[in-house]
């Protein structure tokens, strides 16, 4: 297999995603520098920052943050959409690592207990083989140590939302999720993670499932965020 690698790589020398030049060896997906330049949002250094301000009042919660900020035809657009429809889910752990290591020096986790990741309608995710936000999950257990839970599920599937206002995209999400076993969220500090945060109606469904089976905390993280 290892002798196939090495051929494959000698024929297909892997390219970065964003700047399509030759990675070195012990780079994936996207080279260091590409990966440095990404502009991270630094949302969690401010008191009721830009993504925080889509919550209050809606739901209570401890912080919130977007690391990356997302616009479209960026080299971060680039990536997510890489992980999300090109089959390249892994990019999910390396970005989720990233943005945990760099954010667990600043105690952005200090008190979480369980990181909750937002899913996908089951046939949606059988169809694309994956689920981003649990590489995302996976991504920020290996830098953290805090356990997963892939307790939440999604109960209906909603419409695409691009084609939407903001009160119907708000009425198209509620009610989507459910928690399946209380017990993994009843007193606990959940980290609720989804990948990229827009108008927050995903996440508004979500907390509220969550709620319901009564955490002692909750913070909110994704992996990038609009602005
Ligand atoms: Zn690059």
């Given at each position: 297999?290892?002798?196939?690698?090495?051929?494959?790589?000698?024929?297909?020398?892997?390219k970065?995603?964003?700047c399509?030049g030759?990675?070195?060896?012990?780079?994936?997906?996207?080279?260091?520098?590409?990966?440095?330049?990404?502009?991270?949002?630094?949302?969690?250094?401010?008191?009721?920052?830009?993504?925080?301000?889509?919550?209050?009042?809606?739901?209570?919660?401890?912080?919130?943050?977007?690391?990356?900020?997302?616009?479209?035809?960026?080299?971060?657009?680039?990536?997510?959409?890489?992980?999300?429809?090109?089959?390249?889910?892994?990019?999910?752990?390396?970005?989720?690592?990233?943005?945990?290591?760099?954010?667990?020096?600043?105690?952005?986790?200090?008190?979480?207990?369980?990181?909750?990741?937002?899913?996908?309608?089951?046939?949606?995710?059988?169809?694309?083989?994956?689920n981003?936000?649990?590489?995302?999950?996976?991504?920020?257990?290996?830098?953290?140590?805090?356990?997963?839970?892939l307790?939440?599920?999604?109960?209906?599937?909603?419409?695409?939302?691009?084609?939407?206002?903001?009160?119907?995209?708000?009425?198209?999400?509620?009610?989507?999720?459910?928690v399946?076993?209380?017990?993994?969220?009843?007193?606990?500090?959940?980290?609720?993670?989804?990948?990229?945060?827009?108008?927050?109606?995903?996440?508004?469904?979500?907390?509220?499932?969550?709620?319901?089976?009564?955490?002692?905390?909750?913070?909110?993280?994704?992996?990038?965020?609009?602005?």
């Amino acid at each position: 297999m290892t002798l196939l690698n090495d051929l494959l790589n000698i024929l297909f020398p892997p390219k970065c995603h964003v700047c399509d030049g030759q990675l070195a060896t012990h780079e994936r997906f996207a080279c260091t520098r590409c990966l440095s330049k990404l502009p991270r949002s630094g949302f969690h250094r401010r008191k009721l920052n830009p993504m925080e301000e889509r919550f209050a009042g809606i739901f209570p919660f401890r912080r919130g943050t977007g690391y990356f900020l997302y616009s479209r035809g960026s080299a971060v657009s680039t990536l997510i959409q890489d992980m999300k429809y090109r089959r390249f889910p892994s990019i999910g752990n390396m970005l989720g690592e990233i943005a945990a290591t760099e954010l667990m020096e600043e105690g952005f986790f200090t008190g979480v207990e369980v990181i909750v990741p937002v899913p996908m309608h089951r046939w949606k995710q059988m169809n694309r083989g994956y689920n981003q936000t649990h590489r995302i999950a996976a991504g920020i257990s290996s830098a953290t140590g805090i356990p997963v839970s892939l307790t939440l599920r999604a109960i209906r599937s909603h419409r695409t939302q691009t084609a939407l206002s903001r009160d119907e995209r708000l009425a198209n999400t509620s009610g989507l999720f459910r928690v399946k076993d209380p017990e993994e969220i009843k007193g606990r500090h959940v980290l609720l993670l989804d990948d990229v945060c827009t108008t927050g109606s995903t996440l508004i469904s979500a907390a509220e499932a969550i709620w319901q089976s009564e955490p002692s905390d909750l913070t909110l993280f994704t992996l990038a965020v609009t602005f």
